[in-house]
């Protein structure tokens, strides 16, 4: 397994990595781990206005199948990718392309721990922007049963070193 945590970064505001140095099948596991509230779970879903008694009920969700309430998935997906920013793309990212894959293998309550693996599956140079490159990362939401409660993929559009130092060279 190939870490990318030793990497020093003297600008905390930039502490993600750098398209090049991204290796494919390195894994991260990440040191930041979230324990869910009710308050996250019931603000997050009347925020977005997902009223499903699933989140919100908790005597309708005792008849459920998990007889308790669910966390918004989407909360989960939220969160679990919230805690790879740091040693990811903290400050080097120019954003989002998209997520695909994205599953729930087994329910998040609350009280549940998450903590959250990253593996590089693969990186490939932009075609239309010659300052950056493309890494997809697989995020894995673990909770603290070791189960993993959410599963996706993300692609990153992720600056280069080299355009950064140049950036910084212009601005001095």
């Known amino acids: ?12 505001l930039m502490a993600g990595l750098y398209f090049e140095e991204f290796e494919p099948g390195a894994v991260i596991d990440h040191p930041t781990r979230r324990t869910v509230t009710e308050t996250d779970n019931v603000l997050f879903s009347t925020l977005t206005l997902n009223l ?16 308790q309430r669910l966390v918004n998935s989407l909360f989960i997906l939220g969160l679990v990718s919230g805690i790879t920013v740091p040693e990811t793309t903290q400050g080097t990212t120019l954003g989002n392309l998209g997520y695909e894959d994205v599953r729930f293998p087994k329910p998040v309550f609350h009280g549940d ?3 959250v693996r990253t593996e590089i599956v693969s990186k490939r140079e932009s075609q239309s922007r010659d300052d950056s490159g493309i890494v ?37």
Do not use: W
């Open 136 to 172: 997809i990362f697989r995020h894995m939401g673990i909770n603290q049963r070791d189960e993993i409660v959410c599963d996706c993929r993300r692609a990153g559009l992720m600056q280069k070193r080299s355009a950064a130092e140049k950036a910084a060279a212009a601005a001095s």
């Open 113 to 115: 721990t998450i903590r």
């Open 52 to 67: 499903a008694p699933l989140h919100l009920d908790a005597e309708y969700s005792k008849n459920s199948i998990h007889g």
């Open 1 to 12: 397994m190939v870490s990318l945590l030793s990497l020093e970064r003297k600008d905390p």
